[in-house]
């Protein structure tokens, strides 16, 4: 299975930084699946944000739960991201990963988010 994430490079501050990752090589709705979003501040380490499950469940970080949406469309295969009031303390580089029995073992390449007016 093969992740590419994919959205703009650049947000304003208060906006809605939104992003896609496409799979490849397997399907989004396969069970035992976790399908999840995570991001690296400049300097910082890894930080998990979300996860949509097979069954269309999610679970959230509880510091981003009230700005983070994560969702998924099968005819399409890929999942998406949506964090609100961003600020420049969400300048990062945004990861999606496939999550199988507590194991992410498949990620995309990463990409880079500035939010700046």
């Known amino acids: 299975v093969q992740l590419q994430e994919s959205g703009p490079g650049l947000v304003k501050p208060s906006q809605t930084l939104s992003l896609t990752c496409t799979v490849s090589g397997g399907s989004i709705s396969t069970n035992y699946y976790y399908w999840n979003w995570s991001r690296q501040p400049p300097g910082k380490g890894l930080e998990w944000i979300g996860y949509i499950a097979n069954s269309r469940s999610t679970y959230y970080s509880p510091s981003l739960k009230s700005r983070t949406s994560i969702s998924w469309d099968t005819s399409n295969n890929h999942f998406s991201l949506q964090l609100s009031s961003v600020t420049p303390e969400d300048t990062a580089v945004y990861y999606c990963?496939?999550?199988?029995?507590?194991?992410?073992?498949?990620w995309g390449q990463g990409t880079q988010v500035t939010v700046s007016s």
């Open positions: 990963a496939k999550e199988l029995l507590g194991v992410a073992d498949s």
